[in-house]
């Protein structure tokens, strides 16, 4: 299967989370960071590239939607009331793939998981049955500049939208690699972060192998 593009947006945030917003080509209304953070990345990975309605998404992320999440708990459990609809509509995965599927009117198979090894297992499923993929591994940071300090006793804390659009030899444009020998693994004691493939596609480097923890694979740049 072939890698046609991809994005590998980063950011540090210090004492507040950036207006993802206003980067955004296309904007969408009650959306929350995490959401704006996934179509920023999206958005990039795809540019000016259409693909079928029946593609797939697959979204991965550690945490998930934390500060809706964390918006909904405090009313609930701290406040003792309901918490602010869109607050919670927009803590359910679900959301998240709703707007990546509206903003490129994709119909197809949509998915939100933990594991972005899973993510890429899927597209190959898919590959194989001449099926399109955008995949996207997203996760923010917390918004409380003192509890994300507290929580992960570091200031530096990341966020990240990286995606890959991966299909078969199929599409009008021209791929820029192509991932060989998938092979599902048990063993890796020393896995590869997932941030080395990034890194590898905005290097000079015209190969990489990815062990991951349960899977391995080749890309080589075209």
Known sequence: MYIYSFSNYTDIPTDNLSDKKKLLIKRFNRTDNFINLALLGAQRCMKDIKINKDSSIYISSKNGNMNSTIKVLEAIFLEN?????????????ASTLFFIAQNFNIEGKTIFINNFESAIVQAYIDVLNNKTTLIGNVDEAISDCELRQKRFKSKDIKEYSRWLLISSNSLTEKPIAKISDIKLTTDNKSPNDITNLFDFLESSSSSFNFIGKNLSLNITKL
């Open 81 to 93: 009331k309901l918490p602010m609809p869109f607050n919670f509509l927009n803590s359910v995965n």
